[in-house]
């Protein structure tokens, strides 16, 4: 496998790719700093210029920003190795037509020096090749218990709802420790809330998990709330809307 | 220790206290039956009328919706043992003052028939007695290792940051499961992800924890995501607000 990318993905999914005993040839980074640390980290070789990328991968995971993947995939040369792209919300047609177009989507969120364990990390295979998609799964087994071919219109969603409890959520987080730091009031108290709001839809549906105010539509206890936000008209927005939104599915 | 209710609360902390070695003396409930099964459950006492309530307790937990904690109180007799609630948003001075206040608000979301380890959860705990304040820390520390001692306007705080880590990022998970279930696609890939996405501020800070589009400001992704949300206006405008706000934490 080589890279075109060395960032966060890019790097995660090297390290799986390596702990799997699948051997890394080249990276290429637009920064050429960042694909000689990639390349002493992982073994393998910077290359300077992307159209000088070797014909020896089986595979070309192209793990760059959303609106470049299309042009770096153009000014790769004629490869007889597969190239995929990394991308959620990119469509498989992004991809230059001169090489095998696939796609090699992790569905996780990669932070900088934080490991992520990806034998549980469900990664979506598509391409418009049958054999290539075969291959593929073939590879992402390797690193992965979790493989799902899925096309590109139907990975858009997964993508969105993939923002919805990883972004939107993290936000929440960040508003409740902003609104408990003002106060003085340790975030941590909140840390095994936290946990445990997450660990109940391992077992159990979001629809069954639901608790609180909104739900028994306490208007007491949000008018009580909204006060508390009165100084916050962005966040008490929010709440409201959150709010409404809770007590329309419980209530209507 | 006595309780009045026998809900979800007060179920929890029955099992955390008996783990603990704590006797449980009574249990009243208004809907008798629900008094029996807890008295049942827990080998002890069913009291049919609050005022009835034995004299030989330490502690008196109501649990009870928000709304009728004032009232219970109120119709407990004289008591010689501490009376407190389990609410986050209900102020110490709800409790009638014949007996001795307290609150003792146990900081997770209980839900029936999903065992919680409560060694893990904060109990926060108020009085206007320094000696109540006391007993009920030590009490506390027998069921949880986090103890904390915070007064009502504080608390109020605390059970707002909660509804938004808790019942609103559960709200979100319901989004994202709705959604996909409408295209077929399976809740579970999402798994993984929501379980990182807490696991990661259980170690990094969530400013520092956030990835995505809105984060990036990547409007192309943005767009694409507001698209397939054209036929549901109500996640569609939750999707706006919440995307403004984080790119307003990043980027301004």
Redesign the interface.
Known sequence: VSFIGSG?VATHLAMGLQAAGIELQEVYSPTKINAEIFADKFGCKPVPDIGLISDNADLYLIAV???EIRRASEMLPSLKGIVAHTSG?TSLNSLSKKNKQAVFYP?????KD?P?DLS???V?IESNNHDTVGSLSELAGKISK?V?I?DSD?R??????????????????????E??EK????FE????????????????????????????K?S??ID??LE??ANDP?YK???R??TA??IK?YHE
Chains 1, 2 share one sequence.
């Open positions: 966060n920003p959303d609106d919300i569905l996780q969120t990669f932070t934080r992520v549980k990390v469900p979506c979790k799902v899925i139907k858009k969603f997964l993508h969105l709802a993939a923002v919805m409890v990883n972004n939107f959520t993290n936000h929440l987080y960040h508003i409740a420790q609104m408990l106060e003085n009031i340790d108290l909140l840390l095994p809330l936290i946990a445990e709001t997450a660990g109940k839809v391992q077992d159990i549906s979001p629809v069954n998990a639901q608790t609180g105010p909104a739900k028994r306490d007491l206890t009580k709330h508390l936000l962005e927005e929010l709440y809307l959150l939104q809770i599915k």
